[in-house]
């Protein structure tokens, strides 16, 4: 059974440095990869989606790997800000079960001042 | 462009009172999902459907029906509702199960407490 992982669960930094945040899955039949952000007491806004012929993709500060041969995908955020603290989601789309979504448990982010 | 559009926002039940929570998507996706999201468990699959009139079961669709009459809209119901069922509720839409522009939309979210 697919399971996404994300390490760490929370994250605290200084504003201004860059950091990886971190989603591992069990099995590499994952179609695509989705990266979430939730504010607190709001709905979950869509950061970037790798999809299945990609490697990564880029938006803004925001960088999204995916290795699906490792099962591993990384979101890089460079020079952190304060409107960053947010918590971060994965999904995957995994073939094996009908191509629904696997979830991740979130990382939640913390950038001080 | 008003994506995923989620009614009502808030409510509060007694036990035992039923109601639908609406969910309408304007950008023509096939799929949608309603999944409940509560502190420490991370977002749940209620239910889904890969098209008007279908429906399929998720990881925990015991106490809640669906139904998708029309491709736009996707009703999720609690036909008695229960203290458990306190929860945020999240509506999602994406194109297709399998297409490489699948990315999924959220709706804002429907905070649902049952006394």
């Known amino acids: 059974k697919q399971e996404v992982t994300q390490i760490p669960a929370a994250l605290s930094v200084p504003e201004g440095e860059n950091l990886v945040l971190n989603c591992s899955f069990t099995?590499?039949?994952?179609?695509?990869l989705q990266w979430f952000r939730q504010d607190p007491g709001k709905g979950l806004t869509s950061l970037l989606l790798?999809?299945?012929s990609q490697r990564e993709q880029t938006s803004g500060r925001l960088n999204a790997s995916l290795d699906k041969s490792s099962g591993r995908s990384t979101l890089y955020i460079a020079a952190s800000q304060p409107g960053d603290s947010a918590t971060y989601l994965c999904?995957?789309?995994?073939?094996?079960?009908?191509?629904?979504?696997?979830w991740g448990a979130g990382t939640k982010l913390i950038i001080k001042p | 462009n008003a994506g995923v559009t989620q009614t009502p926002k808030f409510r509060v039940l007694k036990t035992g009172q039923s109601m639908t929570l609406l969910c309408a998507q304007d950008m023509n996706h096939e799929y949608m999902y309603w999944y409940r999201q509560d502190p420490g468990m991370g977002l749940r699959l209620i239910h889904y459907?890969?098209?008007?009139?279908?429906?399929a079961k998720g990881e925990v669709p015991d106490g809640y029906n669906v139904s998708r009459l029309k491709k736009q809209n996707f009703l999720l119901g609690l036909e008695s509702a229960a203290p458990s069922q306190t929860s945020v509720y999240f509506c999602?839409?994406?194109?297709?199960?399998?297409?490489?522009?699948?990315?999924?939309?959220f709706g804002e979210g429907s905070r649902l407490t049952v006394l």
């Open positions: 999602a839409s994406r194109r297709t199960g399998t297409s490489n522009t699948g990315e999924l939309f």
């Open positions: 999904a995957g789309v995994d073939m094996d079960s009908n191509y629904q979504l696997i």
């Open positions: 099995d590499s039949a994952i179609y695509n």
């Open positions: 790798i999809q299945s």
């Open positions: 459907s890969v098209g008007e009139g279908t429906t």
